[in-house]
């Protein structure tokens, strides 16, 4: 396990573990938990490519299409997303693109990611996340994220870009 303060890592994979460990908190199962920080990984990365001109809202007959198509049998309110979501077998699963995310492939994404530094990363968000009550956490999740994010360039060089994840600073939110 890695005993370093600061790691350096991409915005995508911290909002996707935070939203883990947040989800987790509010008292979802793993599972659920797992793909709801992906999908608002993802979302927050299409809402930001947009606004960065890298990816274009789709088009129907010259006006902005409709969200539709995505699968959602409901809608979660997490983290300030809308996120589309379906009953499964195994529980509730955010969707992307008429797909439920599967669990394991975000465990996989956040292991390659993270690499030995994950452990250390979880722990301290789950030290933040265990000293804010569950209703006032769901309140205050990306707000919080939002104060211990990596700095990266702005624009659109910060796109993809690493930067410093400081782990005493997270624990010192708790």
């Avoid at 809308?82 to 195994?90: I, K």
């Avoid at 009550?133 to 990596?150: N, S, V």
Wanted: glycine fraction near 12%.
């Amino acid at each position: 396990m890695s005993k370093r303060e600061v790691v350096e890592i991409n915005r995508a994979p911290v909002l996707t573990l935070w939203g883990v460990v947040v989800a987790r908190r509010l008292g979802f199962r793993k599972g659920e938990a797992l793909t709801l920080g992906k999908a608002v990984a993802g979302l927050n990365a299409q809402s930001k490519g947009r606004s960065l001109g890298i990816f274009k809202p789709r088009q129907v007959a010259g006006k902005r299409a409709p969200k539709s198509g995505l699968g959602e049998e409901l809608w979660i309110d997490f983290m300030g997303r809308a996120v589309p979501a379906v009953h499964t077998g195994d529980g509730v699963r955010a969707v992307v693109k008429d797909k439920p995310i599967e669990p394991d492939s975000v465990e996989t994404y956040l292991r390659k990611k993270f690499g030995d530094d994950l452990p250390a990363v979880r722990e301290a968000m789950e030290e933040l996340a265990g000293s804010i009550k569950p209703a006032d956490l769901a309140e205050r999740a990306y707000d919080l994220y939002a104060q211990f994010r990596p700095d990266i360039p702005s624009g659109k060089r910060g796109w993809g870009a690493k930067g410093p994840l400081d782990l005493t600073f997270i624990r010192g939110l708790a």
